[in-house]
């Protein structure tokens, strides 16, 4: 079976600021952002038919897209199959860069 993109809220359960030492080397996780991450976020997805684990996902983001966090677009899939309770993130997109494409 293949994997299944999964439809769902995701929601910030935590956010710990990352040090300035490294934030040099960690880039912000949205598509396209080429900014450096000032952020370590913990998310969960809420999904009425799927019932996750309650797994949390670490996802860095720079100090613009944590500002906006409830804008952007989280696009999930189920692994290592459809039948899997697991989630994988498959990419963040902000929605401003959506409506420049």
Not at 45 to 53: A, D, S
Not at 56 to 77: A, E, V, Y
Request: hydrophobic residues 35%.
């Amino acid at each position: 079976m293949e994997e299944l993109e999964e439809k769902g809220q995701t929601v910030l359960a935590g956010r710990t600021p990352i040090a300035e030492a490294k934030t040099n080397n960690v880039l912000c996780m949205v598509d396209g952002c080429l900014n450096h991450a000032a952020v370590a976020c913990e998310v969960t997805v809420t999904n009425r038919q799927l019932h996750p684990n309650h797994e949390t996902h670490r996802i860095n983001l720079c100090k613009t897209h944590d500002n906006g966090f409830q804008t952007l677009k989280w696009q999930w899939r189920r692994t290592p199959d459809a039948a899997s309770q697991r989630l994988k993130l498959d990419g963040v997109y902000a929605l401003d860069a959506i409506e420049d494409a």
